[in-house]
């Protein structure tokens, strides 16, 4: 798996590097399912509800007027593709446990030869 380098800050400033993985882009068959996820309906709306910051299931469905099983399903498939993560924490009010979905951070690249491989893989 490579890595790239991302450099932080300005000539003015000491410049600082960062290895990172990178999230997309390792394989056509990665990109190919995360574009899949992130083009099902109410994706989009769940990661812009959990940008304002962690919540619960119940609370996504309630406030984005979801389906519940909904909800479910992307936050599986959001895990699973790493552009989210879930915690076990403890409810303030209720002192129930419960699952606190957090958005990760992710950057998705999409060039003219990744398309084309996609298309190659599509056609067999």
């Known amino acids: 798996m490579s890595t ?3 450099v932080i800050g300005d000539n003015r ?11 997309f882009g390792e394989t056509s068959k990665q990109l190919k399912a995360r574009l899949r996820v ?14 304002e910051g962690k919540k619960n299931l119940t609370q996504i469905a309630i406030e984005g007027s ?16 790493k552009l989210i993560t879930i915690h076990d ?11 606190m979905i957090r ?3 992710f950057r998705l690249e999409v060039t003219g030869s990744k398309i084309r491989e996609l298309m190659r893989l599509d056609r067999g």
């Not at 400033?13 to 999230?23: D, L, T």
């Not at 992130?38 to 940008?51: C, G, P, Q, R």
């Open 38 to 51: 992130l083009s099902k309906k109410y994706t989009w709306e769940i990661i812009a509800d959990l940008m």
């Open 13 to 23: 400033e000491r410049r600082q590097e960062a290895r990172f993985q990178p999230i």
């Open 103 to 105: 958005v990760e951070d």
């Open 66 to 81: 979801i389906p519940y099983t909904t909800v479910q399903n992307r936050i599986v498939e959001m895990e699973k593709l």
């Open 4 to 6: 790239r380098t991302l």
């Open 89 to 99: 924490e403890v409810d303030r009010n209720s002192k129930r446990p419960v699952k």
